[in-house]
């Protein structure tokens, strides 16, 4: 089963590309809007900027199975810092560095899930 699966996964490659690069198209188009989205204030805010990036990283891995970790961490925490930059542009937008502690968070905990999933399949290989 276990040879079933990777082999599904590499024939579905190229559509994880696509989901991978449309959620960060989208996260980026969102982000760097001129106007903010709708619910700012709180942990919504929060929210956001941890699960979208936490998302991308974890795509990314689908996507892009043999990058180094500090790699798709350090392309990610870019992304993040790129965005928060381009909004302290805008007047109707704010850039604040709790976003960015926030998109380190999500970026953070989707390299340690992509590391267990490793982890976890490097233990269920079969024997050769």
Partial sequence: MWVRLMRQWARY????????FTVLGLGIYLGMSPTPPPATAG???YF???G???ACTVLNFLAFPRWYWWVRGLLMFMVGV???YVQSF????????????????GVVVGLVMVWLFQLWRGSRRPAQ
Avoid: C, M, Q
């Fill in 13 to 20: 490659r190229t559509v994880f590309k696509v989901i991978f």
């Fill in 52 to 54: 979208g990036l936490f």
């Fill in 48 to 50: 956001y900027h941890a």
């Fill in 90 to 105: 805008h007047p109707t937008r704010s850039a604040d560095i709790t976003d960015i502690y926030a998109n380190t968070a």
């Fill in 43 to 45: 942990w919504h805010s």
């Fill in 82 to 84: 790129a965005v928060e």
